[in-house]
């Protein structure tokens, strides 16, 4: 059974940094390219970043570029959204999924609210 379980959510202040984490079981997780996407209420959701295997290229929206950076641990099965320079509109549902082929999995989200 595949699982991917975000963690690292909270509340932080305009300015301030998060590091989400996602923790994958259930598959072999190097095959996989991995993506952090963000929903808000009555919104569609967000690819805000990916990382591809096996290169481990990444690419971001333009909205966090500069700001976030997503990395992975193969040895783990983990892949990271480490996230600075926080804003107000960076509010959300944040969702770690991974695609491989036409594979295709999601965790449950972590809820991420800036604000002072």
């Known amino acids: 059974q595949v699982q991917l379980v975000e963690s690292g959510g909270g509340l932080v202040q305009p300015g301030g940094s998060l590091i989400l984490s996602c923790a994958a079981s259930?598959?072999?997780?190097?095959?996989?390219?991995m993506n952090w996407y963000r929903q808000t209420p009555g919104k569609e959701r967000e690819l805000v970043a990916s990382?591809?295997?096996?290169?481990?290229?990444?690419d971001y929206a333009d909205s966090v570029k500069g700001r976030f950076t997503i990395y992975r641990d193969n040895s783990v099965k983990k892949v990271y959204l480490q996230m600075s320079k926080l804003k107000a509109e960076d509010t959300a549902v944040y969702f770690c999924?991974?695609?491989?082929?036409?594979?295709?999995?999601w965790g449950q989200g972590t809820q991420v609210t800036v604000s002072s």
């Open positions: 999924n991974a695609v491989w082929m036409s594979l295709d999995y």
């Open positions: 259930g598959l072999t997780f190097s095959r996989y390219d």
């Open positions: 990382i591809s295997s096996p290169s481990s290229t990444t």
